[in-house]
């Protein structure tokens, strides 16, 4: 007979498999009406890095571009507008 601790391992996996399936329904109850939830999520961060961009990235709002892309490079991010964006691939 195999042994019986199996089976144990397998009724775990199946409860983590219940859990994530509801946890994945409570999602789409919560935005299920907004079909383009994320789709509209990323229209607005875009329109926001453009906006940031117009602007030399200067301003409040724009703060968190500008260290992102300083962490980034590892170069202050007006030195590399200055100079122009270069693009790495062929």
Not at 6 to 14: I, P
Not at 22 to 51: F, P
Request: aromatic share 6%.
């Amino acid at each position: 007979m195999k042994e019986p601790h199996h089976h144990r391992t397998v009724g775990y996996s199946m409860i983590a498999v219940a859990a994530s399936l509801a946890v994945i329904g409570l999602l789409q109850l919560a935005i299920g009406e907004d079909v383009l939830y994320a789709d509209d999520m990323q229209r607005k961060k875009t329109h926001e890095w453009e906006e940031c961009k117009k602007t030399n990235f200067v301003g409040e709002e724009c703060e968190k571009f500008v260290e992102r892309l300083e962490i980034d490079s590892g170069t202050p991010i007006f030195a590399r507008i200055e100079g122009g964006i270069k693009s790495s691939s062929p």
